[in-house]
């Protein structure tokens, strides 16, 4: 449907590798793990971007939606990303309200998000992009 033009889709930089280890608490897991380098999780997402003939996103969505204070600044700050959260991370049956903004992983790690999100395309949503949020 992306390709038809039939679905506006922003993609975000996610982070590179994005460690994760599930007997690890969220303190030491993703790029809160000791010795993360931020510069290469974030640049070399960039570079796949350019790659591929896309321009690099000014958005970012921590992995598992987990980053610190330290974290959240630098990426503002150093790199110049917005981040964004997710109130609707299907997969884990959060579903979407109105002006949600809808996890989902294109990669197809989460047949379950996949599913989900397709039978929300056959009703009768407003599927907007990241770039019509307006702050009032």
């Known amino acids: 449907q992306i390709k038809e033009g039939n679905l506006n889709v922003i993609w975000i930089n996610h982070t590179y590798t994005h460690f994760y280890n599930p007997k690890l608490p969220l303190e030491k897991n993703f790029l809160l793990k000791e010795g993360t380098n931020l510069f290469f999780e974030i640049t070399e997402v960039e570079k796949l971007f350019i790659k591929n003939g896309m321009v690099p996103s000014i958005f970012i ?32 049956g959060q ?36 770039l019509e949020i307006r702050c009032n």
């Open 61 to 92: 969505r921590f992995p598992g939606l987990v980053a610190d204070y330290e974290i959240r600044k630098e990426v503002a700050f150093k790199y110049g990303l917005i981040a964004v959260g997710s109130d609707a991370w299907l997969a884990k």
């Open 95 to 130: 579903m979407p309200i109105k002006g949600s903004i809808i996890l989902i992983h294109g990669n197809k790690n989460e047949p379950a998000g996949i599913k989900i999100f397709e039978k929300l395309l056959e009703k009768d949503f407003y599927f907007g992009s990241l």
